[in-house]
């Protein structure tokens, strides 16, 4: 088993001991429903035929179809997608969306990939899944170093197979293939929501005296600093695999964007007019931006940012987990220990996930919404969700990551208990 699953295992047996749910929705959880392993065959420019290896993960559909991004990287394993899929299974109860929680990956580094390689191989997987996939059994989405194009592709390919069109079996699409509107900020502005809910109620009460540091400045790290920026929040330093930039009177975001757009580089753009000036800020390194003595840190780059090795020099009052598994089981021990509030990544980035489920809900419907309504729908169920994560935590006197487990259990065994459990069948339920 690998640390990753070893560790969603443990964050599952910390929440089983503040709630009682049925054996049968415990023996349930302890294992993903079902598990593929595929060989990808494909054609490379140069006519040599190369088989990658690929998996598609089904955790659990109590609740829905499965829903899950899929990851081209080289160090895709089958337990790594295992633990996706068990992470999203908790995250889609989390947010009280009807799906279930899949992964899938692909063990290839995508960058080697010609343009055409890389549609070949996106065609190839979904002909390998699709007897596993479709809108009301598992549905696919963009995760690390798959986007759009590669969803529209493999939605192209689906509706060849199916000799139909199918908007609803992979969502992330772009726009013009039944994408929805809201969904590229979509992760950005879920954690946003989820900061301006939770921030007040731990005592910060004024943006310009909150100061932020971010670790990843990526679609969603770059997207988050930008809301940051504009709601008054002084994000004082930013990092990408590189390394970072800190100042601590806070950086001008939109210049550090348009400076990384530009130069791909993390400096800020300045200009008065049409004269512009690039100011080089401090630098500083990742680990050092993760200890900096900041009142918000925001993972939002890898797993495993946060372990025993750093938790102790980690002087930030909350974190907010904008990546998925950022701070490993001891880390998230010494943390708590520490009084350092953690808001978990299934509540922090589900923005992603809703409004990919409002981009099913509106294939399925054939009725395309505005910016304006996804936005109103996103912002109404993060801040609902958050809010009911924070009043469980504070009843039972326990950890927000925690409380969003106990959350998602909840709904999770509510579901399996209403298709029949042993008190059921062995006659002691009323
Ligand atoms: P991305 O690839 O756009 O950005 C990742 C950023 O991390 C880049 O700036 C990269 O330079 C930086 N990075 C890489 N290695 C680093 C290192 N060692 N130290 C510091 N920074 C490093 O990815 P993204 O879509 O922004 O996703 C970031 C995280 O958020 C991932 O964990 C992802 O699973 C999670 N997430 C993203 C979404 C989404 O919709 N984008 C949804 C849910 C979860």
């Known amino acids: 088993m690998s640390s990753l699953l070893d560790d969603a295992a443990k964050q599952l047996e910390k929440a089983l001991g503040y709630i009682t749910i049925s054996d049968d929705a415990r023996e349930r959880l302890t294992m993903p429903k079902s598990s593929l392993v595929v060989r990808i065959p494909v054609r490379m420019d140069d006519g040599t035929l190369k088989v990658f290896k690929g998996y598609r993960v089904r955790y659990?559909?109590?609740?829905?179809?499965?829903?899950?991004?899929?990851?081209?990287?080289?160090?895709?394993?089958?337990?790594?997608?295992?633990?996706?899929?068990?992470?999203?299974?908790?995250?889609?109860?989390?947010?009280?969306?009807?799906?279930?929680?899949g992964k899938g990956g692909v063990q290839v580094d995508p960058k080697k990939l010609s343009r055409m390689?890389?549609?070949?191989?996106?065609?190839?997987?979904?002909?390998?899944?699709?007897?596993?996939?479709?809108?009301?059994?598992?549905?696919?989405?963009?995760?690390?170093?798959?986007?759009?194009?590669?969803?529209?592709?493999?939605?192209?390919?689906?509706?060849?197979?199916?000799?139909?069109?199918?908007?609803?079996?992979?969502?992330?699409?772009?726009?013009?293939?039944?994408?929805?509107?809201?969904?590229?900020?979509?992760?950005?502005?879920?954690?946003?929501?989820?900061?301006?809910?939770?921030?007040?109620?731990?005592?910060?009460?004024?943006?310009?005296?909150?100061?932020v540091a971010i670790q990843g400045f990526g679609n969603a790290g770059s997207i988050l600093a930008g809301f940051l920026y504009a709601a008054g929040y002084k994000v004082v330093a930013v990092s990408d695999s590189v390394g970072g930039i800190y100042a601590p009177e806070g950086l001008d975001i939109p210049s550090v964007r348009q400076a990384k757009e530009e130069t791909r580089a993390l400096k800020a753009i300045y200009c008065q007019?049409?004269?512009?000036?690039?100011?080089?800020?401090a630098t500083i390194s990742n680990a050092d931006l993760l200890e900096l003595d900041v009142d918000v840190l925001i993972p939002a780059a890898l797993e495993g940012q946060i372990t025993a090795a750093n938790a102790e020099r980690i002087?930030?009052?909350?974190?907010?987990?904008?990546?998925?598994?950022?701070?490993?089981?001891?880390?998230?021990?010494?943390?708590?220990?520490?009084?350092?509030?953690?808001?978990?990544?299934?509540?922090?980035?589900?923005?992603?996930?809703?409004?990919?489920?409002?981009?099913?809900?509106?294939?399925?419907?054939?009725?395309?919404?505005?910016?304006?309504?996804?936005n109103n729908r996103l912002d109404e169920r993060m801040a609902r969700e958050a809010h009911c994560i924070w009043e469980i935590a504070q009843e039972k006197g326990i950890c927000l990551r925690t409380a969003a487990y106990l959350h998602a259990l909840g709904r999770i065994s509510t579901a399996m208990n209403a298709q029949g459990a042993k008190e059921y069948f062995l006659g002691t339920a009323r």
């Open 315 to 374: 002087r930030a009052r909350v974190l907010f987990e904008v990546a998925n598994g950022p701070t490993d089981y001891e880390g998230d021990q010494i943390l708590e220990k520490r009084g350092i509030q953690v808001v978990p990544d299934i509540l922090v980035n589900a923005g992603g996930v809703t409004v990919s489920y409002f981009e099913w809900v509106q294939n399925r419907s054939g009725l395309y919404w505005s910016e304006a309504e996804v």
């Open 60 to 101: 659990d559909d109590t609740r829905g179809p499965t829903k899950g991004g899929v990851r081209f990287h080289p160090n895709v394993t089958l337990d790594e997608v295992q633990s996706l899929a068990f992470w999203m299974t908790f995250k889609c109860a989390a947010l009280d969306l009807p799906f279930g929680g």
């Open 117 to 211: 390689e890389l549609e070949r191989l996106s065609r190839g997987y979904v002909n390998a899944i699709a007897d596993l996939i479709g809108p009301e059994v598992d549905i696919p989405a963009p995760d690390v170093y798959t986007n759009a194009m590669i969803m529209g592709w493999m939605m192209d390919q689906y509706s060849i197979i199916k000799r139909s069109f199918q908007p609803g079996v992979v969502t992330g699409k772009p726009l013009s293939m039944g994408g929805s509107l809201g969904r590229e900020e979509a992760t950005s502005r879920g954690a946003f929501v989820t900061l301006q809910t939770l921030l007040p109620k731990m005592g910060f009460k004024d943006p310009a005296s909150i100061r």
């Open 273 to 281: 007019g049409s004269v512009c000036h690039i100011k080089e800020h």
